[in-house]
């Protein structure tokens, strides 16, 4: 069974950071696509940035360009989200999303809320 578990919200003042943690499970985890998407209130779910599961390439969207670094740890299973320079813009729930290769099928994980915020 694919779990996605994401940790790590929180509220947040403008130009602070957090880290997000995707921890997975029930698949290859080397052998999957993993994202971070977010989803604002009233506003559709966006694509955030993407880390490829042969050698790790990424992919940001233009708005978080400079400021967020996706990571993964393959021996822990885990994809990261580093966000730094906050602005309230941020301000969105953040899923974690799996593309296994093997059958293209996609798995999103519950999501984690984060505020920024004075």
């Known amino acids: 069974q694919v779990q996605l578990v994401e940790s790590g919200g929180g509220l947040v003042q403008p130009g602070g950071s957090l880290r997000l943690s995707c921890a997975a499970s029930?698949?290859?985890?080397?052998?999957?696509?993993m994202s971070w998407y977010r989803q604002a209130p009233g506003k559709e779910r966006e694509l955030v940035a993407i880390?490829?599961?042969?050698?790790?390439?990424?992919t940001y969207a233009d708005s978080v360009k400079g400021r967020f670094t996706i990571s993964r740890d393959d021996a822990k299973n885990t994809v990261y989200l580093q966000m730094n320079s906050l602005k309230p813009e941020d301000t969105a729930v953040y899923y974690c999303?799996?593309?296994?290769?093997?059958?293209?099928?996609?798995?999103w994980g519950q999501g984690t809320q984060v505020t920024v915020s004075s």
């Open positions: 999303n799996a593309l296994l290769r093997v059958n293209l099928r996609n798995y």
């Open positions: 029930g698949f290859t985890f080397s052998r999957a696509d």
């Open positions: 880390i490829t599961s042969t050698g790790g390439s990424t």
